[in-house]
């Protein structure tokens, strides 16, 4: 059995009184695709924040390939090229066309030179389907291209592993699907995911494993088939109903 | 969103359950504390040698420091003055004089900037094309030449086109208009009859805001007719106090006109210039604050049948008037400051008298700049904490 | 004017019913009518006497004031001494050096009008940072081949121009670390910033001229000079750098938290998340306050004047003592306000052109993408 790429042990965080995290631990295999889901405020995106260091902690570790993660900022930096992520809002660099937003932190994080940053860059465009639009501003794609392109910027650093913080929360359904299509690829190529969303059609399909959060805590975790067979808690039972009521997917 | 990239690689923390900092949090403070003590450091080492330059240079020109100077006798006449002095006065009561100069410019100017400003503002928006034509004309030419450009133009073209003395151009008989000023009379001495009818027409004027005020919380309207009575009532006060008083008019005696006041040529270039220029920018803040009103408002309020002058009045002008007020006092603190150029032309303001003269007379050099950049800032502060206040009380009202 | 129909008439038809409008809403507004026809006959008496005093019977050649129709404008004078007013006292043999400094930078701004070529943004970015010292370098001298003039020499619109531009671009980097200064975390740092930009915005151009003529020196180290030109350009730039730095940190504050995580995300750290990603959108949205600026700049220019530079206004203020152009105040303005005016008036146009652009370049869909 390989090593955990990412361990996260008793992991906790407070609000002042409030907590958002209570002693969460998790490990993600690496070649794995995690789906972290549950009602909002179960502290899923603030986990998945923790991993790549955008928020704190107060108590416990994050142990990224063998290395603790300490909040110094050299640490940080190296830890963040370690870990992409996918943003709900995609954040795509407004004044940059599409190619140069995926070249752009390989050129000048990576420091790579220009002319094979943009070769692997539109590789990179090409298998998000978007190597036609690489001079295009991201004000004239739709949200689903500029998600698209944002995965494809992450996907450029050649990441360990990808985090998704619900990236299709803010695309209307046309685009959802072109989104998910691309994340199912990744999942099934191998690509180390730990994915926050509400679509359990993606988590039904393609996750190894589902974690179930409430109140700052996994109360289950399982994989797919028996997680949506038969969820073990009272809480997944109700929030699965309401899924369901509400998505035929 | 002030959140910075700094604030991103800090990571600033929340405190732990127990509200005691963790280490993580103090070994961070720490680093934060030990920063600030080093940037402090090294400014206080570049102000040291400042200072150490400074007093070698000054001792090497043998000139002396203190502010015992501001007792001493300043030994030069000022041209204009609000306040009584003379070549006997301090250089202190001069700082005073020069202040009150600057003072009366900047509130001159900042009047009447203002109405000119709001008419031409209201021309530009107005459905009467040449008012808007001109309006915009006005605005453009005026806007894009340097202040100074206008000073200049103000006292060496058109006021130096002005008669002479002996020919000056009278004004009712009273007022006397000539290149070397302009001559008003002023009330030789006031006797309990026109007095009495003075305050008679301030405390008209006041019942008449009070009541326009009580109407307004009300919602009501203050009839047209009633506004009309006061205002009559308060004009013929006025009228009939003036007739009454004795004044004392200018009479040309010798090679000037005596009695009344004289405003200098050199005054009333730098009045109309900072006015004629700040008119034009306030015009554009009115433009700006009208049209800032959405259509949708004005269709509204048409909708609800009102006429257009009561929505200038109640719907328009209130709205812009809240946006309107910062880019205002931004104007208005700009304009105390081009109170400054009187030194141009010679007009004795603070920075002429006191940054001028009496920094060549006395080499204070450190004081004087200290206690004029003080007034200044002093002013300038003053306007953004009244601003402040306006946009508080303004966001209360609108909530 | 009412609204006209969306489609379009044939043009007799539609001037017959546009003055069919016209005169029903006079009769409508006789109050507006008037005014109209006031403020039609000033402005055609005022034009009429400005065309006929100032083109039809103007001089434009002679040798002196006497030469001149007292009727109409004597822009002989402006012809005459056409050469101070744009090189102030430079040497005649040297002028061209005076020549490339002034026509640098309008040369440089049509650059950005001009179709697009190669390279075009790094030529024209690099022309402007290096401006200063390559035109304080040709102009003062010293070195082989060119001959030193002294600053004192320096005068007229090369001054101006010189002033102008140097002011604008040292102020730029000096208020874009004032801006993120002010909004650092740090509060010591946030302060000390703070009240720089406070007390530099508080105080009156004129002031900080004196201050800096007079202050300046004695903050050097004993026997340290330095040319009044400096001291000057000094108290002009930090000026500069203030009312700048405001304006940036406008810019700075409309960036959506979301681009400072995304670009931590994928590894930037603090300098290279400000250069690559965070000060070109920052800089970018607030470009027309930056042109406002810079429009306000050029026109204090004219302030050197009170520490005893000649720029151009007080060069001709100067030549108008002249004896033998005695009484020509209107015509030395009228040509330093045509000068300004088109200028002035020109990089607003430009600033209009680009915001147009740049609001073409952003439909809706940016909103989602660029803040959260």
Redesign the interface.
């Known amino acids: 059995m390989s090593e955990p790429l990412i361990s996260v042990r008793s992991l906790s965080k407070w609000y002042g009184a409030w907590c958002a995290l209570d002693h969460v631990s998790l490990d993600v295999e690496p070649g794995s695709c995690t789906v972290l889901c549950g009602p909002s405020g179960s502290g899923k995106s603030t986990l998945l924040r923790c991993l790549n260091g955008l928020e704190e902690w107060e108590e416990g570790d994050v142990v990224i390939g063998g290395t603790p993660v300490a909040h110094r900022t050299r640490d940080l930096r190296r830890l963040r090229r370690e870990v992409g992520m996918v943003f709900q809002s995609f954040n795509l660099f407004p004044h940059l066309d599409a190619l140069t937003n995926v070249t752009i932190a390989p050129r000048i994080v990576g420091r790579r030179r220009r002319t094979d940053a943009e070769r692997a860059g539109m590789e990179l465009l090409a298998r998000v389907g978007l190597a036609d639009q690489a001079h295009k501003l991201p004000a004239d794609l739709s949200g689903g291209q500029q998600q698209r392109v944002a995965i494809a910027r992450a996907l450029a650093m050649q990441p360990r592993a990808l985090l998704f913080d619900e990236p299709t929360s803010a695309l209307d359904p046309e685009s959802i699907k072109e989104v998910l299509d691309i994340m199912v690829d990744l999942a099934r190529s191998g690509t180390t995911m730990v994915v926050v969303t509400h679509e359990m059609g993606f988590a039904r399909h393609v996750a190894h494993r589902i974690a179930f959060m409430d109140r700052g805590r996994i109360i289950e975790m399982a994989d797919p088939r028996s997680f949506f067979a038969a969820p073990a808690s009272d809480r997944a039972k109700a929030f699965l109903g309401q899924i369901r009521a509400t998505d035929p997917a | 969103?002030?959140?910075?990239?700094?604030?991103?690689?800090?990571?600033?923390?929340?405190?732990?359950?127990s509200g005691a900092p963790?280490p993580?949090q103090v070994r961070?403070r720490r680093a934060?504390l030990l920063?600030?003590l080093v940037?402090?450091g090294a400014?206080a080492v570049v102000a040291g040698l400042?200072v150490r330059?400074?007093v070698?240079?000054?001792q090497?020109r043998g000139l002396a420091s203190g502010f015992d100077f501001l007792w001493q006798e300043a030994g030069f006449n000022v041209g204009f003055s609000l306040i009584q002095a003379d070549a006997s006065s301090t250089y202190g009561r001069i700082f005073l004089v020069g202040l009150l100069n600057s003072l009366l410019v900047a509130a001159v100017a900042m009047v009447a900037a203002t109405l000119l400003g709001f008419l031409v503002g209201l021309a530009r928006v107005s459905?009467?094309?040449?008012?808007r034509l001109?309006s915009k004309g006005y605005v453009?030419?005026v806007?894009?030449?340097?202040?100074?450009?206008h000073l200049?133009?103000w006292q060496?073209?058109i006021l130096?086109s002005l008669p002479t003395v002996r020919e000056a151009l009278g004004l009712g008989g009273v007022a006397f208009l000539s290149n070397r000023g302009l001559y008003l009379p002023t009330p030789a001495a006031w006797s309990a009859v026109p007095l009495m009818l003075l305050t008679g027409a301030v405390a008209a004027a006041v019942a008449g805001l009070l009541l326009a005020r009580r109407a307004h919380r009300r919602q009501e309207l203050l009839s047209p007719h009633v506004a009309a009575s006061i205002g009559g009532l308060v004009l013929a006060l006025l009228v009939v106090t003036a007739a009454a008083i004795e004044w004392e008019v200018p009479t040309l005696k010798g090679f000037d006109y005596r009695d009344g006041v004289k405003i200098m040529p050199e005054l009333a270039a730098l009045i109309a210039a900072l006015t004629l220029y700040n008119a034009a920018f306030v015009a554009e803040i009115v433009r700006a604050g009208i049209q800032s009103v959405g259509e949708g408002q004005h269709q509204a309020a048409t909708a609800l049948g009102l006429s257009p002058r009561l929505i200038m009045r109640l719907v328009i002008v209130p709205q812009a008037i809240r946006v309107m007020v910062p880019p205002m006092a931004n104007q208005y603190a700009h304009l105390i400051?081009?109170?400054?150029?009187a030194?141009?032309v010679g007009f004795p303001d603070l920075?002429n008298v006191f940054?001028?003269t009496a920094?060549n007379q006395t080499g204070r050099?450190?004081e004087i700049?200290v206690l004029?950049?003080a007034v200044?800032?002093t002013?300038?502060?003053a306007v953004s904490v009244g601003t402040n206040w306006y946009a508080r009380r303004v966001k209360l009202v609108e909530r | 004017m009412a609204a006209e129909a969306l489609s379009s008439p044939p043009i007799p038809r539609r001037l017959a019913r546009q003055s069919g409008v016209l005169l029903a809403t006079a009769a409508r507004h006789p109050f507006s009518l008037l005014v109209s026809l006031a403020l039609l006959y000033v402005a055609w008496i005022v034009g009429e006497r400005i065309v006929s005093w100032g083109i039809v019977h103007a001089t434009f050649v002679a040798a002196d004031r006497s030469g001149c129709d007292p009727a109409g404008a004597c822009w002989a004078f402006i012809v005459n001494r056409l050469p101070q007013f744009a090189f102030g006292f430079y040497p005649e043999a040297e002028r061209w050096r005076a020549l490339l400094v002034v026509l640098a930078p309008p040369a440089l701004m049509l650059l950005a009008v001009v179709p697009e070529f190669r390279g075009r943004r790094a030529f024209i970015t690099a022309g402007f940072c290096l401006y200063p010292l390559l035109a304080f370098t040709l102009l003062a001298g010293g070195l082989p081949g060119l001959s030193a003039v002294s600053t004192e020499k320096w005068g007229g619109l090369t001054l101006t121009m010189l002033v102008g531009m140097s002011a604008f671009v040292l102020s730029f980097p000096i208020a874009i670390l004032l801006a993120l200064a002010r909004t650092a975390s740090l509060p010591a740092l946030r302060l000390v910033a703070a009240g720089f930009i406070e007390f530099w915005r508080g105080l009156p151009l004129v002031a900080i001229l004196f201050m800096s003529v007079i202050m300046l020196p004695l903050f050097l180290p004993p026997g340290v000079e330095a040319p009044r030109l400096s001291l000057a350009l000094a108290g002009i730039t930090l000026y500069s750098a203030a009312y700048l730095a405001e304006v940036v940190r406008g810019g700075l504050q409309g960036i959506g938290r979301g681009q400072y995580e995304a670009a931590g995300a994928l590894g930037f750290g603090f300098w290279s998340m400000q250069g690559y990603v965070v000060l070109p959108q920052a800089l970018r949205s607030v470009v027309p306050a930056i042109v406002n600026t810079a429009i306000a700049l050029f026109k204090d220019t004219t302030y050197v004047m009170v520490v005893g530079l000649f720029d151009l206004l007080n060069i001709v203020v100067a030549g108008l003592s002249d004896a033998h152009w005695i009484g020509l105040a209107t015509e030395g303005y009228i040509f330093v306000g045509v000068i300004y005016w088109t200028i002035c008036f020109g990089m607003s146009r430009m600033s209009a052109r680009f915001e147009h652009c740049e609001q073409r370049r952003q439909p809706a869909g940016a909103a989602a993408g660029a803040s959260q």
Do not use: C, F, H
């Not at chain 2, 969103?1 to 405190?15: F, V, Y």
């Open positions: 969103m002030l959140t910075t990239a700094a604030n991103l690689m800090d990571e600033g923390g929340r405190a732990g359950r963790t993580r961070r934060a920063q600030q940037l402090l400014l400042i330059n400074t070698i240079n000054l090497a459905p009467n094309v040449p008012a001109l453009e030419l806007r894009n030449l340097p202040l100074l450009l200049l133009l060496g073209v130096r400051k081009a109170s400054a150029l030194t141009v920075v940054m001028g920094l050099a450190v700049v004029t950049a200044y800032l002013l300038t502060a």
